[in-house]
């Protein structure tokens, strides 16, 4: 994936500039009109552990 570098989706989509995006972040980019911010899933955990 362009946007998170997962090898792993159900589905490869394209953005609107024809990058492979993989399906959780093509459907984060229609719902929010932004790319998905790779570091909100790990980050936090981080932020609390440290
Ligand atoms: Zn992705």
Same mark, same amino acid.
């Given at each position: *994936? /362009? !946007? *998170?570098? &997962? &090898? =792993? &989706?159900?589905?490869? #989509?394209?953005?609107?500039?024809?990058?492979?995006? *993989? !399906? =959780? *972040?093509? $459907? /984060? /980019?229609? $719902?929010?009109?932004? =790319? #998905?911010? +790779?570091?909100?899933? %790990? !980050? +936090? +955990? #981080?932020? $609390? %552990?440290?």
């Amino acid at each position: *994936c /362009y !946007n *998170c570098h &997962t &090898t =792993a &989706t159900p589905l490869w #989509r394209k953005d609107e500039e024809g990058k492979t995006v *993989c !399906n =959780a *972040c093509s $459907l /984060y /980019y229609k $719902l929010h009109s932004s =790319a #998905r911010p +790779i570091s909100m899933k %790990s !980050n +936090i +955990i #981080r932020k $609390l %552990s440290r």
